[in-house]
C-alpha cells in the first residue's frame, strides 16, 4: 500500500476515475519523496472532496469551490519544502474560477488537480462551466450546446509556471509529479468519468472520444519561471510594526475597566472618522481599542454609527452587549440605537439638544453637538465633549480629534 495512502478500499463509486486519480496523486507524491507529513491536500465539496479521509497526508475541507483560496492561505504561510495540493472537481472549479486564475496570475506554490467528468456528480449529474455542449445531463438532456471554459489555456494565459490535461486512464503520475515539483503555481487536469450518471444518459460515452470532440487538447503549457508568490513574514514584520509605531504612544491614560461606547448620527457627519480618531487617540494613551462601524448600504444616507470599546487590558470580545456610553448626535442616530437605549438598565445617554428626549431609564445629558462646529462636525465634538466630561482620555490626547482644539491652532 502507498506511504501516502491510508487505505487501499477507496470510497467511491465502482468504476469512478477518482480511485485512479487518488492512487496517481499518492504515485507522484512518493516519486517526489514527499512524505505525508510534508503534504497538504486542501478538499471541497463533491464526491473528490472525500479523499479526505484516504489520504495520510494533512487534509483540510472547505467551501464549495473554495479549495484553492483556502490552499493558497496555505501555501503563503509554509516554507519552501512543503506542498499544498488543491483536489477540486469541475464544478468547483467553475465556482470558484477567479480563485484558481488569482492564484495563477501570483503564481502561488501550490497544484490544483482538476477531477473533471463533466458534471457535478455529488448533486445528481448537473452540467459545470467544463461540461462539453452536446454532453448529455440530466437537467441538459440534449446538451448544453455551449462552450466549455479550457482551463489549461486560461491559467496559461493567466501565468501559471505549468499546467496539463491528461485523460484519467493508463499511468499519468509523471505528469502530476512535474506539476507537483514546480515552484509556482500548477494545474492539472484529468479528464474524467462519472460512472454513476455518464452511461444513463450517454450510453456510448468513450472519454477519449468525447474530450476530442470536445475540443479537449491534451498536453502541457510552460510559461517562463518567473519567482513564486511567497511572503516572507520575516521581512514583513518590521514594516508592520513600522505602521503600528505611526501611533506614538503617550503615558496618561487611566481607565479603571472597559468602557463601551456607541456613536450614532447621520451619514456625512464624520461619525466613522470620529470613532477612528477617537480610538487612536485610547490606543496613543496606552489603552487597548477597538471600532467597529455600522451603516446601511445606502453609505450616503441614513444613520452612521460606531462601536467603540476601550480597555486598560487586551481586548479579546469586541463587541458591546450593554453600551455604557450611547452618544446620539442626529435623528437618524436616535432612531438607530433606539433598540440600544431602551434597554438600557445602566450607563448614560448623551443628547444632541436638538432631539426629542427618549424614555430610558438612564441619566440622559443633553448638550448642544451640532451647533459650535457644524454637523460636519458633530460626531467629533460629541466625542470630545464626552470625553473630557467623563475623563476617559487625557486633555492632551482629546486636542488631538477635538474641532474645537483644531480650530484654536488655526
Ligand atoms: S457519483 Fe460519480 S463522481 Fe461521484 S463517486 Fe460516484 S461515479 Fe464518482
Known amino acids: ?44 465539496i463533491g464526491c473528490h472532496g472525500i479523499a479526505d479521509a484516504v489520504f495520510a497526508t494533512h487534509t483540510v475541507h472547505g467551501l464549495h469551490g473554495r479549495s ?7 501555501a503563503m504561510g509554509l516554507p519552501p519544502g512543503k506542498k499544498v495540493i488543491v483536489f477540486i472537481g469541475d464544478g468547483g472549479a467553475t465556482i470558484g474560477l477567479q480563485h484558481i486564475l488569482e492564484a495563477a496570475r501570483m503564481n502561488i506554490p501550490l497544484t490544483v488537480v482538476v477531477h473533471n467528468n463533466f458534471l457535478y456528480g ?21 446538451g448544453t ?16 509556471a505549468f499546467a496539463a490535461r491528461v485523460v484519467g486512464l493508463g499511468d499519468f503520475s509523471s505528469t502530476l509529479a512535474e506539476a507537483f515539483a514546480q515552484d509556482g503555481f500548477s494545474l492539472v487536469e484529468v479528464l474524467e468519468m462519472c460512472t454513476s450518471y455518464t452511461p444513463k444518459f450517454n450510453p456510448d460515452f ?17 510559461n517562463e519561471p518567473r519567482p513564486a ?23 496618561g491614560a487611566t481607565l479603571s475597566g472597559r468602557v463601551g461606547i456607541i ?23 496606552g489603552l487597548h481599542a477597538t471600532k467597529k462601524g455600522s451603516y446601511p448600504v445606502t453609505v450616503g444616507v441614513g444613520f452612521s454609527a460606531a462601536e467603540i470599546l476601550l480597555d486598560p487590558e487586551p481586548i479579546r470580545y469586541h463587541g458591546i452587549t450593554q453600551p455604557d456610553l450611547v452618544i446620539i448626535t442626529s435623528e437618524d442616530g436616535l432612531h438607530w440605537s433606539r433598540p440600544l437605549w431602551s434597554g438600557m438598565t445602566a450607563g448614560q445617554v448623551y443628547l444632541d439638544a436638538s432631539l426629542p428626549r427618549p424614555e430610558v431609564r438612564v441619566p440622559v445629558e443633553v448638550r448642544d453637538f451640532r451647533t459650535p462646529h457644524g454637523a460636519k462636525n458633530a460626531a467629533l465634538f460629541a466625542l470630545a465633549v464626552v470625553a473630557r466630561e467623563l475623563q476617559l482620555l487625557p486633555a492632551a490626547l482629546i486636542a488631538r480629534f477635538d474641532p474645537a482644539a483644531q480650530k484654536s491652532q488655526d
Open 206 to 222: 468513450k472519454l477519449r472520444e468525447v474530450a476530442q470532440a470536445a475540443g479537449y487538447a491534451l498536453g502541457s503549457w510552460k
Open 229 to 251: 508568490y511567497r511572503p516572507n513574514f520575516q521581512q514583513q514584520r518590521p514594516s508592520l510594526l513600522a505602521q503600528l509605531k505611526r501611533v506614538e504612544r503617550q503615558a
Open 263 to 285: 456613536l450614532a448620527g447621520s451619514a456625512g457627519e464624520g461619525v466613522q472618522y470620529a470613532a477612528e480618531s477617537f480610538a487612536r487617540a485610547a490606543v496613543a494613551g
Open 68 to 74: 484553492t483560496a483556502l490552499g493558497c492561505g496555505i
Open 122 to 142: 455529488m448533486t445528481g449529474g448537473q452540467p459545470s462551466g467544463l461540461t462539453p455542449p452536446d454532453f448529455k445531463t440530466v437537467i441538459a438532456p440534449e
Open 1 to 44: 500500500m502507498s506511504a501516502v495512502l491510508l487505505t487501499d478500499k477507496l470510497p467511491y463509486c465502482p468504476g469512478c476515475t477518482h480511485h485512479h486519480v487518488t492512487r496517481q496523486t499518492a504515485k507522484a507524491l512518493e516519486k517526489l519523496g514527499y512524505t505525508p507529513f510534508d503534504v497538504v491536500l486542501v478538499t471541497d
Open 145 to 160: 450546446h455551449l462552450p466549455h471554459h479550457n482551463l489549461c489555456e486560461l491559467v496559461h494565459q493567466a501565468g501559471a
